[in-house]
Antibody, heavy 116, light 110 residues
Framework: EVQLVESGGGLVQPGESLRLSCIGS????????MTWVRQAPGKGLEWVAS????????DYVDSVKGRFAISRDNTQNSLFLQLNSLRVEDTAIYYC?????????WGRGTTVTVSS | QSALTQPASVSGSPGQSITISCTGT?????????VSWYQQHPGKAPKLMIH???NRPSGVSNRFSGSKSGNTASLTISGLQAEDEADYYC??????????FGGGTKLTVL
């Protein structure tokens, strides 16, 4: 079964950092563009970042540029998102997703809450 | 990176057809055939229903169809069923090498 499982979410204060992880199974993660999408409470989906299969290209939504960093370890079938300088408005469920243009596999999400 | 424009809500009775629109610009919807539609039930992850404007993934009912004209894409659901009640999101690749989603449409089956 093709599956993505996220971890690493939690409750942090503004300005703090978190590292989200995503492990893929049932497919070779290294063959695909991978993406992070977030959803704030009661709000819609927002694309956050995508990374090329070999890691050579990374794209970000403007609101996280310079604060978030997407990376991958294809040998471990894993995807990561480093979240720095977190803001209250970064509070959301963060989904790990397969591919960039047509997201055909989604994880269940991990919740990040930024609050003082 | 402005969100694509979708109606906030649509409704229909069982058996009827509904259409959800998704309006962007020539830099996203109008410029690429990379429009996708997702269904999301409460508390669940989104599910891909349509990709590349009008293609259905394996396992998705043929009651779901997609189309595009200019800068506006559309999702049509025919033969509405109670289980179709959900939030629907469109997305498009953009000229900035990013992905943009619509604001979402809540479908109510009356």
């Amino acid at each position: 079964e093709v599956q993505l499982v996220e971890s690493g979410g939690g409750l942090v204060q503004p300005g703090e950092s978190l590292r989200l992880s995503c492990i893929g199974s049932g497919f070779t993660l290294g063959s695909y563009w991978m993406t992070w999408v977030r959803q704030a409470p009661g709000k819609g989906l927002e694309w956050v970042a995508s990374i090329k299969p070999d890691g050579s290209e990374k794209d970000y939504v403007d609101s996280v540029k310079g604060r978030f960093a997407i990376s991958r370890d294809n040998t471990q079938n894993s995807l990561f998102l480093q979240l720095n300088s977190l803001r209250v408005e970064d509070t959301a469920i963060y989904y790990c997703a397969r591919t960039r243009v047509r997201i055909d596999v989604w994880g269940r999400g991990t919740t990040v809450t930024v609050s003082s | 990176q402005s969100a694509l424009t979708q109606p906030a809500s649509v409704s229909g009775s069982p058996g009827q057809s509904i259409t959800i629109s998704c309006t962007g610009t020539s830099s996203d919807v109008g410029g690429y055939n990379y429009v996708s539609w997702y269904q999301q039930h409460p508390g669940k992850a989104p599910k891909l229903m349509i990709h590349d404007v009008s293609n259905r993934p394996s396992g998705v009912s043929n009651r779901f169809s997609g189309s595009k004209s200019g800068n506006t894409a559309s999702l049509t659901i025919s033969g509405l069923q109670a289980e179709d009640e959900a939030d629907y999101y469109c997305s498009s690749y953009t000229s900035s090498a990013t992905l943009v989603f619509g604001g979402g449409t809540k479908l109510t089956v009356l």
